[in-house]
């Protein structure tokens, strides 16, 4: 009767896109992750359930505050967490720069929109320069957002 079972995969990581304190590039993405999470398994959580390609993950043990006292006027100590900084991979089909050098303008009329962002890199620049902003890589719909 019927075929096999399909199986459900539900892992017990939850992670928190949270908004960076100090100024991060904006093609980084911030998370609160757990403490036994790698940065491997961070990719695969991104790119196997959310379907969001990764192209870098560095991450960094934050402490918790140690600054408040009970009634005992004994310190209480906030649980440390991990925090992990994630660039998605741009699935952008032509990203044309700002400003077209000037050569570039007098043939503007009969250049497609790609040609003119091939044409229109200079030299040393890379496509991460021109990234968009966090929120419109990732859509945070279905992350928890912490502030």
């Known amino acids: 009767l019927g075929g096999p079972q399909l199986r459900v995969f539900r892992t017990n990581f939850f992670i928190q896109l949270v908004r960076p304190g100090t100024a991060q590039p904006e093609d980084t993405v911030q998370f609160r992750i757990p403490m036994e ?10 790119e196997r359930i959310y379907n969001v390609p990764v ?23 906030k649980p440390d967490y991990k925090v992990a900084y994630v660039v998605p991979v741009l699935l952008l089909p032509c990203v044309p720069h700002p400003r077209p050098p000037p050569l570039c303008l007098q043939h503007l009329s009969q250049l497609t929109p790609c040609t003119v962002a091939s044409v229109s890199w200079g030299p040393g620049m890379s496509l991460r320069m021109a990234a968009g902003t966090w929120a419109a890589v990732v859509g945070a719909p279905f992350l928890s957002v912490a502030s």
């Open 55 to 77: 192209a870098a993950v560095r991450t960094r043990v934050q402490h918790g505050a140690n600054s408040k006292r009970d009634h005992r006027n004994v310190r209480i100590k």
């Open 37 to 46: 999470m790698t940065r491997v398994d961070l990719r695969n959580y991104l």
